[in-house]
């Protein structure tokens, strides 16, 4: 269905259809017809079929031309990108790795299948509503197993421990992507996990939900819930392609150049101001929403937090770990 200039716009910036990607729809129009025109002015002769042939022609033609603001990637890559669903993406391999040991998400999964199955399919929840204390120090017990626990030397703001829940915030993340996706559920002061993931749990083990934990977190999670950042940004629809940029050079800074680059529309939506340019709010939505709290709660990157070390700016490279490798293979 075609999308009105009213619409929301799909790109999911928030705004209207005629206040964002139009601008860039209506150029790739104007090249495309003036492409057209030479064509006819050459052979002005053309039946109207002839011209429709073309016309597609032209349109196919730009759109599966490699663009550089795109790092190289077609507009019909870039669309298949941005929109298709995990099973449909073009040029990349998803897996489920054989050993989950090192993802932070899937093992914190882990035990909270483990303590439903104990307890006959179900636990308590706290009076407030969130995982019980046993689960929490459980989970806080992992963190020396993890890569990232040598960046997190301070207990008070680690995201990998805490006393509750609330405080601990990679565990309250993969608990709403267990709801998300359908595994857990919570009713009447209990969590219970569906007789169906049970079964798939004890058969499978815990990579029968890779997948739908991944999907639940690039398709719907918000990826804001956890910043003080604008809410107006959406990083979602991006995710694969900064993958694909931060698995091949592995520096934040330069992902955070071609991201402005590549989709300038996400700058608009957010203010100058005289202490922090939008290149420097997107580059800090970025490291934060994308890089620490998806990828490296996953356990597909580390990511050293310190800005300076004697000194001396520290630069942001991340670390790309085996799991990342083992999960995504692209072919561009």
């Given amino acids: 269905m075609k999308t009105g200039r009213n619409d929301p716009c799909p790109c999911g910036s928030g705004k209207k259809y005629k206040q964002c990607c139009i601008n860039a729809l209506s150029k790739r129009h104007t090249e495309v017809f003036d492409d057209i025109a030479q064509v ?3 052979n002005p002769n053309l039946s109207l079929d002839q011209l429709n042939l073309v016309a597609q022609h032209k349109m196919a033609e730009r759109n599966n031309k490699p663009h550089a603001d795109f790092c190289g990637l077609s507009p019909t890559q870039m669309e298949n990108w941005l929109y298709a669903p995990l099973s449909e993406l073009a040029l990349v391999n998803i897996t489920t790795p054989e050993d989950l040991f090192a993802s932070p998400v899937m093992r914190y999964l882990a035990l909270m299948l483990d303590e439903a199955i104990e307890q006959g399919g179900s636990f308590k929840a706290t009076t407030k509503g969130n995982l019980p204390a046993k689960l929490v120090k459980q989970a806080c017990e992992l963190l020396p197993e993890f890569t990232v626990a040598r960046f997190e030397t301070e207990p ?14 990679a565990l309250h993340y993969s608990r709403l992507l267990a709801e998300l996706a359908g595994i857990l559920y919570k009713k009447t002061g209990s969590f219970y996990v569906k007789k169906a993931a049970i079964k798939q749990y004890q058969q499978q083990g815990i990579r029968a939900f890779f997948l739908p934990m991944l999907e639940a977190a690039v398709k719907q999670y918000n990826w804001c819930y956890l910043d003080g950042w604008s809410e107006q940004v959406k990083l979602q629809p991006f995710w694969i392609f900064m993958l694909w940029r931060l698995q091949t050079h592995a520096s934040v800074e330069k992902l955070i150049e071609e991201v402005c680059v590549a989709f300038p529309t996400l700058l608009q939506q957010l203010p100058d101001k005289h202490y922090s340019s939008p290149e420097e709010q997107l580059g800090k939505m970025i490291e934060s929403r994308f890089v620490l709290r998806f990828l490296q709660f996953w356990g597909f990157v580390t990511l050293d937090p310190r800005l300076y070390v004697n000194g ?8 790309i770990e085996p799991l990342l490798i083992q999960s995504f293979k692209f072919m561009v």
Avoid: L, P, T
């Fill in 40 to 42: 006819v002015v050459m």
């Fill in 156 to 169: 008070s703001i680690s995201e990998f421990s805490g006393g509750n829940e609330d405080k601990f915030n």
């Fill in 312 to 319: 001396v700016k520290v630069q942001r490279k991340a670390s």
